[in-house]
């Protein structure tokens, strides 16, 4: 029984701790197929921050009910069980809150931009595969409401188009 118990709650971390992501390298898929606003501008300032975790109450709901669980059949004495099992519960709430709230914390970075008419913006996302340093040109994709900052692809001149072939 403890072994199930300890089983479904380290399944239990797991999938809190995957529920959700900011990253900027993931879509979500009422993103996509959506038209973006896409806005020139040059980092200023790259900082690390972090995004602090989420508390659903989902990790104190899971540990109270693990915790309660594992507490109720710790005695055979009915009240010292009753007792254990509502310390286990309290127990198993406060160390499920904090384990979804860490597991769910993502390192970020803050980025200052300089926008192409002379605003600066701000923009707090977490860490991608790409580094940004100051002087970079990038672009800012904003969809409902929300905006990643990407590097600007890199541009180059379009070929001139060939003329007429002047061969006989």
């Known amino acids: 029984m403890q072994a199930t118990l300890k089983s479904v709650a380290a399944v239990s971390i797991c999938v809190l701790a995957a529920c959700s992501t900011t990253s900027p390298d ?7 197929q959506r038209m973006s606003q896409v806005e020139d501008a040059v980092v200023l300032n790259v900082r690390p921050v972090v995004i602090e975790g989420s508390q659903s109450g989902a ?21 010292s069980s009753a007792m254990i ?18 597991g769910t914390r993502e390192d970020a970075v803050e980025i200052l ?22 002087g970079d040109a990038v672009i800012l994709v904003t969809t409902g409401g929300k905006t990643r900052v990407m590097l600007a692809p890199k541009v180059t001149a379009p070929q001139a188009a060939p003329g007429p072939s002047t061969s006989k």
């Open 26 to 32: 993931v879509i979500k898929p009422e993103n996509a």
């Open 59 to 79: 990790g104190a709901v899971t540990g109270g009910v693990l915790g309660g669980a594992a507490g109720v059949g710790a005695s055979s004495n009915n009240r």
């Open 85 to 102: 099992g509502v310390a286990g519960a309290v127990a198993g709430a406060i160390v499920g809150n904090a384990v979804e709230r860490f």
């Open 113 to 134: 931009l300089q926008m192409a008419n002379g605003q600066r913006r701000s923009v707090v996302q977490a860490k991608g595969s790409e580094t940004f340093n100051a």
